[in-house]
């Protein structure tokens, strides 16, 4: 994904509301993708990952849909949380040694 | 069971200084991951190991730049002749078999200024 620099795109929703985050790759080669969440001072926590030869995937309170036809990922956080106010980064990795990370979108989560 | 461990969590160093930045992966973990994570931006791969052998360093950006991990444990990442352009976080990953297994475990990062 592009750099946005110190201006990572950001969502805020309520508290309770369900937030939706995406993500824009562009190898068609890839074929696991990655969402991790950031929180400040912290090391990047995995959320949860979803195969190629799949579009959707569900974990708790979290599910990831996969486009490959427009090479989208989305992340679905339900009855978002204050605890899940953080960096979210989406990632793709070809098989290989290499995670490509994305710029990252910050959730603010409003009580 | 304990994650794994940065040190020093925050380093300053003129420029011209050679630094060492440890990694303690978790236990009997395979893989070990070292990223670059500059402010703002998502994390950039810089190099892989499997055990003690270092199966990928495309990501280091320049011959200042070398990690080892001698005996498949603590990984070391040492940066000679600090320029201002390395000030970043570096992060270590570790995960249980080889690289395909996606879920890394990351540690929280040294924060490095170069000044």
């Known amino acids: 994904g592009e750099s946005v620099g110190l201006h990572l795109p950001t969502l805020s929703v309520q508290e309770g509301d369900n937030s939706i985050i995406n993500c824009a790759y562009s190898?068609?080669?890839?074929?696991?993708f990655i969402w991790y969440k950031q929180e400040s001072g912290k090391g990047p926590q995995f959320i949860i990952d979803?195969?190629?030869?799949?579009d959707k995937r569900q974990g708790q309170r979290v599910t990831v849909l996969l486009n490959k036809t427009v090479k989208h990922l989305s992340l679905q956080i339900a009855a978002t949380q204050p605890g899940d106010s953080a960096v979210y980064f989406c990632?793709?990795?070809?098989?290989?040694?290499?995670?490509?990370f994305g710029a990252g979108t910050r959730l603010f989560v409003k009580a | 069971g304990a994650g794994v461990s940065q040190s020093p969590r925050y380093k300053v160093a003129k420029r011209g200084q050679d630094v060492a930045l440890r990694c303690d992966p978790i236990?009997?973990?395979?893989?070990l991951f070292w990223y670059q994570q500059a402010l703002g931006q998502g994390p950039e791969f810089l190099t892989y190991?499997?055990?003690?052998?270092?199966?990928?360093k495309s990501g280091l950006p320049s011959d200042r730049f070398f990690a080892e991990r001698p005996e498949g444990s603590v990984s070391t990442l040492k940066i000679q002749r600090t320029q201002q352009e390395d000030s970043a976080v570096y992060l270590c990953?570790?995960?249980?078999?080889?690289?395909?297994?996606?879920?890394?475990?990351f540690g929280p990062g040294t924060r490095l200024t170069v000044t």
């Open positions: 990953a570790s995960s249980v078999t080889g690289a395909l297994s996606h879920e890394q475990y």
């Open positions: 190898n068609s080669a890839s074929d696991y």
């Open positions: 979803i195969r190629s030869n799949m």
């Open positions: 990632a793709e990795n070809t098989g290989g040694f290499k995670t490509i």
């Open positions: 236990s009997g973990h395979v893989s």
């Open positions: 190991f499997q055990n003690e052998a270092q199966l990928d």
